[in-house]
């Protein structure tokens, strides 16, 4: 009966109450009319029902009711992911009806105050905090548990029988097994992380609040365990041979699951361009336990000092690592691309291949800089400098269509072999990172066009053009700091924006201006449908190149031997088609949730471990540059890019009054200013690696006023 109300209400356009149901339906006795009103009631509590104030039903997707996921901000406000939506809902503190973060809601869209969309809380569909992290303690005789995520409000009272296992300073992952009423819960331990002091538990505790796994099932290494640790030659049947061909790998100094390998050739005017990837779908098949396990995980996740994989070692590092000197399976997309950076013809098959060298980045730098030939790479100098040419033609190509170069700096943070942090210091980006970036770009649009023009269904990656009100607002802040911007403001073309890019680079202030327009952005996801990718200026777009570390690059070579390698036949098809019309949605989201838990984890840890660096230069002076202006202080920003606070109540000799439309603050009595982007000298006076915070001071001096008076601050409204 289920099914028969869902195919009603999906008929017909209009709400039905429960007698129209149950006339449509054909039900005359009392018991089937009870029968329909129970599986009305579950519908209606699955969410899949919809009913209306006046009593009638509908499907709850044809209602104004959404369904996505909450995150929770500290002070108390949140945002809902809406599949499908690109922009995130805001829900106001008075709004949440009792949610926590990463709940599973339900949404009103309401007419808010600001400019930002917002919605209330329906209801609580699934709570998604059954696991949780913190500290025990000891406080006043009595145990304690303190969370982590300062964002759940949940008061949690461990349970009784888990007590004398444990000790002052564990490190605890809870399971939820009781809600107990007003914000208070009853929890089991499910895993001692270790002591809060141990060399490696700070970034565990990271990495399990965000429910990240670094052990897999049994099962999952049975299966892996039993799969070859070399290529067989049965494996190679179908298959073009290219071991013959000068492949080779460029990655970082420390890599060991390396996705792709290049080579290039010349054909006339035009170049050869072989991307060859790891064919880890032909190990990883639909329906085995290591395929759902990749499936659930998503990705890869790099932290500090460790990476925590999608796939385990033997798969990652082994049989599917494109390492030298062995044979590997792969999928290559060979192109031929003209002078101008156009791919003009290309073909995308299952190969074997055998890497000759495996290259770094660093050395193959020293070759293009015309520094020095490393020992090993004189017989690949040619390639090397050829493959230089082509990345500058594609880069070229893309930026005349719009390109976004932000040209946004990351940090690096080195530890020692108890993972401390030892140093920070800014990732390099030369020209064979670029050459890499280039041709991974070019061949995810050459596979993604292949499926999107055989209409075949697939996973994209997409980026929406970016709302016109936000980009407008930060061009308003920009014209106040003096900066005036040419050109049109229409921005559903990239080549629009990259024009503002482009007259910011002669600022500055440019690393700052580029970071605001960035936030400005929408957020790049997966989706089961081809909406093109804004930042990159490309129509068409895939993830294809790294399915060793990412399951949706996983899903698109799946895709591919489904319905190009394997030659289905057209009821066989069919099929297909039908079936991955129904699971590409679901994949597209959870690999999207999964991927923004990945970067939040290493934003946690990055923040944690640059806290614990500057635990250890408390008392030093350093230069940095004021890249944010809040109503309670300053954020500035040091070179190798961490980030400490500056408090106007530190601020000696005046009261400070903040502008923020015009990013700006002002002393009441000096008239001294302290503006975005403004170079400045602090010191730093505390940091916690506990609460990941940095706290600078501004050096007193004669520019920044000497007397002791303590500063005051308010916000003016102008």
Same mark, same amino acid.
């Given at each position: 009966?289920?099914?028969?109300?869902?195919?009603?209400?999906?008929?017909?356009?209009?709400?039905?109450?429960? &007698?129209? /149901?149950?006339?449509?339906?054909?039900?005359?006795?009392?018991? =089937?009319?009870?029968?329909?009103?129970?599986?009305?009631?579950?519908? =209606?509590?699955?969410?899949?029902?919809?009913?209306?104030?006046?009593?009638?039903?509908?499907?709850?997707?044809?209602?104004? *009711?959404?369904?996505?996921?909450?995150?929770?901000?500290?002070?108390?406000?949140?945002?809902?992911?809406?599949?499908?939506?690109?922009?995130?809902?805001?829900?106001?503190?008075?709004?949440?009806?009792?949610?926590?973060?990463?709940?599973?809601?339900?949404?009103?869209?309401?007419?808010?105050?600001?400019?930002?969309?917002?919605?209330?809380?329906?209801?609580?569909?699934?709570?998604?905090?059954?696991?949780?992290?913190?500290?025990?303690?000891?406080?006043?005789? %009595?145990?304690?548990?303190?969370?982590?995520?300062?964002?759940?409000?949940?008061?949690?009272?461990?349970?009784?029988?888990?007590?004398?296992?444990?000790?002052?300073?564990?490190?605890?992952?809870?399971?939820?097994?009781?809600?107990?009423?007003?914000?208070?819960?009853?929890?089991?331990?499910?895993?001692?992380?270790?002591?809060?002091?141990?060399?490696?538990?700070?970034?565990?505790?990271?990495?399990?609040?965000?429910?990240?796994?670094?052990?897999?099932?049994?099962?999952?290494?049975?299966?892996?365990?039993?799969?070859?640790?070399? /290529?067989?030659?049965?494996?190679?049947?179908?298959?073009? +041979?290219?071991? +013959?061909?000068?492949?080779?790998?460029?990655?970082?100094?420390?890599?060991?699951?390396?996705?792709?390998?290049?080579?290039?050739?010349?054909?006339?005017?035009?170049?050869?361009?072989?991307?060859?990837?790891?064919?880890?779908?032909?190990?990883?098949?639909?329906?085995?336990?290591?395929?759902?396990?990749?499936?659930?995980?998503?990705?890869? /996740?790099?932290?500090?000092?460790?990476?925590?994989?999608?796939?385990?070692?033997?798969?990652?590092?082994?049989?599917?690592?494109?390492?030298?000197?062995?044979?590997?399976?792969?999928?290559?997309?060979? &192109?031929?691309?003209?002078?101008?950076?156009? /791919?003009?013809?290309?073909?995308?098959?299952?190969?074997?291949?055998?890497?000759?060298?495996?290259?770094?980045? %660093?050395?193959?730098?020293?070759?293009?800089?015309?520094? =020095?030939?490393?020992?090993?790479?004189?017989?690949?100098?040619?390639?090397?400098?050829?493959?230089?040419? *082509?990345?500058?033609?594609?880069?070229?190509?893309?930026?005349?269509?719009?390109?976004?170069?932000?040209?946004?700096?990351?940090?690096?943070?080195?530890?020692?072999?108890?993972?401390?942090?030892? +140093?920070?210091?800014?990732?390099?980006?030369?020209?064979?990172?670029?050459?890499? =970036?280039?041709?991974?770009?070019?061949?995810?649009?050459?596979?993604?066009?292949?499926?999107?023009?055989?209409?075949?269904?697939?996973?994209?990656?997409?980026?929406?053009?970016?709302?016109?009100?936000?980009?407008?607002?930060?061009?308003?802040?920009?014209?106040?700091?003096?900066?005036?911007?040419?050109?049109?403001?229409?921005?559903?073309?990239?080549?629009?924006?990259?024009?503002?890019?482009?007259?910011?680079?002669?600022?500055?202030?440019?690393?700052?201006?580029?970071?605001?327009?960035?936030?400005?952005?929408?957020?790049?996801?997966?989706?089961?449908?081809?909406?093109?990718?804004?930042?990159?200026?490309?129509?068409?777009?895939?993830?294809?190149?790294?399915?060793?570390?990412?399951?949706?690059?996983?899903?698109?070579?799946?895709?591919?031997?489904?319905?190009?390698?394997?030659?289905?036949?057209?009821?066989?098809?069919?099929?297909?088609?039908?079936?991955?019309?129904?699971?590409?949605?679901?994949?597209?989201?959870?690999?999207?949730?999964?991927?923004?838990?990945?970067?939040?984890?290493?934003?946690?840890?990055?923040?944690?471990?640059?806290?614990?660096? &500057?635990?250890?230069?408390?008392?030093?002076?350093?230069?940095?540059?004021?890249?944010?202006?809040?109503?309670?202080?300053?954020?500035?920003?040091?070179?190798?890019?961490?980030?400490?606070?500056?408090?106007?109540?530190?601020?000696?000799? +005046?009261?400070?009054?903040?502008?923020?439309? *015009?990013?700006?603050?002002?002393?009441?009595?000096?008239?001294?200013?302290?503006?975005?982007?403004?170079?400045?000298?602090?010191?730093?006076?505390?940091?916690? %690696?506990?609460?990941?915070?940095?706290?600078?001071?501004?050096?007193?001096?004669?520019?920044?006023?000497?007397?002791?008076?303590?500063?005051?601050?308010?916000?003016?409204?102008?």
């Amino acid at each position: 009966m289920r099914d028969a109300v869902l195919e009603l209400l999906k008929k017909y356009d209009k709400a039905l109450d429960s &007698m129209e /149901v149950a006339n449509e339906l054909n039900l005359k006795t009392v018991e =089937e009319v009870t029968s329909l009103m129970e599986v009305i009631k579950e519908l =209606e509590d699955e969410m899949l029902i919809y009913r209306t104030r006046k009593g009638k039903f509908m499907l709850f997707n044809n209602s104004h *009711l959404l369904k996505g996921k909450i995150h929770v901000n500290k002070r108390g406000y949140g945002f809902v992911t809406v599949e499908g939506i690109s922009e995130d809902y805001y829900i106001d503190e008075k709004n949440m009806n009792g949610a926590l973060n990463n709940d599973i809601v339900v949404i009103e869209p309401i007419k808010g105050t600001g400019k930002r969309t917002e919605a209330r809380i329906v209801k609580v569909l699934k709570q998604e905090n059954n696991l949780v992290v913190g500290e025990y303690k000891i406080v006043k005789g %009595k145990p304690k548990f303190i969370l982590d995520d300062e964002k759940l409000k949940m008061n949690i009272i461990i349970d009784k029988s888990d007590l004398k296992n444990l000790v002052d300073g564990h490190k605890l992952q809870l399971s939820i097994v009781k809600d107990l009423g007003n914000h208070t819960y009853l929890g089991k331990v499910n895993k001692i992380i270790g002591h809060k002091n141990d060399p490696g538990v700070d970034i565990l505790s990271i990495m399990y609040n965000y429910g990240i796994n670094d052990v897999f099932s049994d099962e999952v290494i049975k299966e892996v365990n039993d799969m070859p640790s070399e /290529v067989l030659e049965k494996d190679l049947k179908g298959r073009r +041979d290219l071991r +013959d061909k000068v492949i080779f790998t460029i990655d970082g100094d420390d890599t060991k699951d390396i996705d792709d390998a290049v080579m290039i050739e010349k054909k006339g005017d035009n170049y050869v361009l072989g991307v060859h990837i790891a064919d880890v779908s032909y190990y990883v098949k639909e329906g085995m336990e290591v395929y759902k396990e990749a499936k659930e995980r998503g990705t890869s /996740v790099y932290l500090a000092d460790r990476v925590v994989p999608m796939l385990p070692h033997k798969l990652s590092n082994g049989i599917c690592s494109l390492n030298p000197n062995e044979d590997r399976l792969a999928i290559s997309c060979v &192109m031929e691309i003209d002078k101008d950076g156009n /791919v003009v013809d290309f073909d995308i098959f299952e190969s074997v291949i055998k890497s000759r060298i495996q290259m770094t980045y %660093k050395k193959v730098n020293k070759i293009l800089n015309n520094e =020095e030939v490393p020992e090993g790479y004189e017989n690949y100098v040619k390639e090397l400098k050829q493959m230089e040419e *082509l990345s500058n033609i594609l880069r070229n190509n893309k930026l005349k269509r719009g390109y976004l170069d932000f040209d946004s700096k990351e940090a690096k943070i080195i530890v020692d072999d108890n993972g401390k942090a030892i +140093d920070v210091v800014l990732r390099e980006q030369g020209k064979s990172e670029n050459i890499i =970036e280039d041709f991974m770009i070019v061949a995810n649009e050459t596979v993604a066009s292949l499926l999107y023009y055989l209409n075949y269904p697939s996973l994209y990656r997409v980026h929406e053009i970016p709302d016109d009100d936000k980009i407008k607002e930060f061009l308003n802040q920009i014209s106040m700091l003096g900066i005036k911007i040419n050109g049109k403001r229409d921005f559903s073309n990239p080549r629009a924006l990259k024009k503002i890019l482009d007259q910011l680079r002669n600022t500055n202030e440019f690393d700052i201006l580029s970071n605001m327009l960035l936030r400005c952005m929408k957020k790049a996801e997966y989706r089961d449908e081809n909406l093109g990718h804004y930042g990159l200026a490309s129509k068409c777009y895939t993830h294809f190149t790294s399915p060793i570390r990412r399951f949706p690059d996983t899903k698109i070579h799946n895709l591919l031997r489904q319905y190009i390698f394997n030659k289905p036949d057209p009821e066989e098809l069919n099929k297909l088609i039908d079936y991955n019309k129904n699971i590409l949605g679901e994949i597209a989201m959870h690999s999207s949730e999964k991927e923004r838990d990945s970067i939040n984890c290493e934003r946690d840890v990055e923040d944690m471990k640059m806290a614990e660096y &500057m635990e250890d230069h408390i008392g030093e002076e350093f230069e940095g540059t004021i890249d944010s202006i809040m109503n309670f202080g300053m954020f500035i920003c040091l070179p190798n890019m961490i980030e400490g606070l500056v408090r106007y109540e530190t601020i000696k000799g +005046d009261y400070y009054d903040v502008n923020e439309e *015009l990013n700006m603050v002002v002393g009441r009595r000096t008239g001294k200013t302290f503006k975005l982007g403004q170079k400045i000298k602090v010191k730093c006076t505390a940091a916690s %690696k506990e609460n990941s915070t940095i706290d600078f001071e501004i050096i007193e001096g004669e520019k920044y006023g000497n007397t002791k008076q303590k500063s005051k601050v308010r916000l003016l409204n102008l």
